[in-house]
């Protein structure tokens, strides 16, 4: 993983309109529609490097929608995402992530009759120079990447089905930043994990937020929102109906807010 | 593993030369199907050992959407998949038409149930991303042993195919018992 320089105080209110850093990523007035449905309208969003983005919503506000449009997996109807100032395009998950996005999806996506190398090179395996597969230049750089993520990890060559949601998640995440990720969607990385787990997401969502990684976090969870994230957009029926500040934000505030979503048109 | 190798070879060399032909006495020799099918059989373990296409279709096999998301491509891999196994069943047809001197539309109708079953039976999961080529190829042996040892036995044409078939859903049991084991739906 690249080093990169935190450029953001998180703690300033103010920030979210200061001119002087350079959003990451910067959705612009992204609307998407299925048939006469309309998922997502007239959205806009921004993250910042080194920003932890929390984004909420009642069931069917647009959040996963939104998310896979970041993603690749879905492209917007009208709008423009921009990445680093730059207008981007993605035809599908693997342009985003040459992009630098990647994604850690709800259910991880790993092929579970996998070990935990070939899951975390997967669609990106070294190759000797006669073509066949570098089975232990990948597994070493496996064992660095995942022991980096999850100190405790210890089954590299047990298909992945074998080990709990927390080493599973360890993996996904392991191989989501792998290979110099700039922005990491995280949806719901907390909802199937156990309490100790979950003390361990966090404390790798807060080391990549050091690294200068830009983080957008899907989650039903208060605590965890109110624990790990910088910033919070609420969602609620396909729009924007608040975005805030975390540490002047109360329990009260961000209830009514998403409770406010739910019932807006 | 080397010695190990290279005592097996031998030892196969060795055994089909000890053969001689009545007539001539010269030593009859591996025959041409058996030298192709070792190279068959090595050519694709290779291919799903070592490269990244092997690796794709485990994967594929192992949760098809998450290949997907990976970027890997899907439909070519499967495309792929399925010319190999027209290359090697056109290579089972050309051998064959070979041995009978003489080719008919209607030969290897129906074997590809016996070929569902060998792969089955040598622990390939139907659901998907689990099998070998060694394990295909011990499921023939046992499936080919069991059906020459009832046709010398003198078993009845019904009575082998129920056996073979019981063997079938038992192998299919066994991979549904096991998958349920390790925590898939």
Redesign the interface.
Known sequence: MIERPIGTDLGEPSLAESPLVDPLVEMKAVSKRFGGVRAVEDASLLLRAGEVLALLGHNGAGKSTLIRMLSGALSPDSGEIRLSGRSVRFGSPRDAREHGIETVYQDLALADNLGAAANLFLGRERVTRFGALDETGMEREAREAILGVNPRFRDFLSPVERLSGGERQSVAIARAVHFDARVLILDEPTASLGPAETQNVARQIDRLREAGLGIVLVSHDLEDVFALADRVVVLGGGRVTGTFDTPALSREELLAAIVAGAVAP | MLLAWSAGIVGLVSIMNAYPQPKTGVARGIPVPVLLWIATAIGTTALL????FG?YV??I???P????????DVRRVTLGVFAWMGALAALGAVITTARLGAGTNAIGTLAELSVIADAVIGGTSLAG??GSVPGAILGALIMQSLENGMLLLGVSSAARQIAIGLLLIAAVWLDTATRRG???S
Do not use: D, F, M, W
């Not at chain 2, 050992?49 to 990244?52: A, I, M, Q």
């Not at chain 2, 959407?65 to 890997?72: D, M, P």
């Open positions: 050992r070592r490269t990244r690796r485990y994967a096999g192992g949760n959407e998450a290949a997907a998301l990976a970027g890997i991303g689990r390790r925590g898939e």
